[in-house]
């Protein structure tokens, strides 16, 4: 190993086992005695306390308020830490008090000149999301235990349209931050298969004493796009979008997440994707309906149908609200 990861091994060693001898240190990375002085050395002339007691119970240590320091980061590191939990608090992080912590340990134990250089790259970097519930925080707590503990869940959920909430059991596999909300994936004891529950409707969360086994190799993420998604092994079923458009507006449609995963061709003025025809029905045209007249439908012919329908709808309803 190189100087530096010995180093940090050392420091890590006296971290974590509180006391060490050098012949100990030098067994466990395989060096020689020699060498661990020397790198003790260099360890304290950087400004690591350690502390070298002698006689027979002695050996190296490190003092106590030293070891609560994080291991060293470099300055490009530090700043991606801390820009990085401006957006997991943003986002409605459920452990945001212990991320604070963290970034004010970071900071206590940084030099003035890395400190300097960590708040001029924090004071122009901001992030805004949509607002998440405060009272979601102690949810998402539970639901992150469960899912790392493999626990079984007893839920109150009040599905959306559904008069009254139901209850049910779900092995929680994951969660998911997806357009300002988060869900979790699950397998649903009541329905026999895998769903997504957005965590907001959970109106009562407890944790039962059963505990299950999580698909191997299962992703949350890969879930929760793929039901999302339409299947691109069955696109001999789907329904053929193709959009003429001002090359700005093809752009961004076509980077869009969503439909830039169902793009099957792309030239300078047109586009053709592959949906099913329940996205027709429900979000596609409402998705499109704000391009305007930079984009014009192609085929289908039902898709053009549905967007002149709600159009005419919208002008209606305005017109009415006008007269009135």
């Known amino acids: 190993m190189s100087k530096m990861v010995n180093m940090l091994s050392i420091l890590w060693l006296l971290k974590t086992r509180k006391q060490m001898t050098a ?11 020699r060498t661990v002085y020397r790198y003790i050395d260099a ?65 206590m134990y940084t030099n003035e000149e890395q400190l300097d250089h960590i708040n ?68 649903c004891h009541l329905r026999k298969e895998i769903r997504s529950f957005r965590i907001d409707r959970i109106q009562a969360l407890s944790r039962t004493d059963n505990k299950f086994d999580r698909p191997l190799g299962f992703s949350a993420r890969s879930f929760f796009l793929k039901d999302l998604l339409p299947d691109s092994n069955q696109l001999e079923k789907l329904i053929s979008v193709r959009i003429k458009g001002k090359t700005h507006a093809l752009d961004d449609l076509c980077q869009h997440w969503l439909f830039s995963h169902v793009l099957i061709e792309r030239s300078s003025n047109q586009a053709l994707f592959k949906v099913d025809k329940e996205s027709i029905h429900t979000f596609v045209p409402y998705f ?6 930079s984009i014009t439908i192609l085929e289908p012919t039902l898709l053009q149908e549905k967007l002149a329908t709600i159009s005419f709808e919208l002008y209606s309803h305005y017109q009415n609200t006008s007269l009135h």
């Open 23 to 33: 012949k100990e240190l030098a067994e466990e990375l395989e060096i020689s005695i």
């Open 43 to 107: 360890l304290c002339a950087s400004g690591v306390p350690i502390i070298s007691d002698a006689g027979h119970n002695g050996g190296y240590s490190i003092l106590n308020k030293f070891t609560k320091a994080p291991l060293f980061f470099s300055l490009d590191e530090q700043k991606a830490l801390i820009h990085a939990a401006k957006f997991a608090i943003e986002a409605g992080y459920p452990f945001s008090e212990a991320l604070d912590e963290a970034i004010s340990k970071l900071k």
């Open 120 to 187: 001029r790259h924090s004071r122009g970097f901001e992030v805004i999301h949509p607002s998440v519930e405060p009272s979601l925080t102690s949810t998402l707590q539970d639901l992150e235990i469960s899912v790392a503990e493999s626990y079984t869940l007893f839920i109150i959920y009040h599905k959306g349209g559904e008069n009254e909430p139901q209850s049910r059991h779900i092995d929680p596999y994951g969660l998911v931050y997806w357009k300002g909300k988060w869900y979790t994936v699950a397998y």
């Open 288 to 293: 499109l309906l704000p391009y305007g007249k």
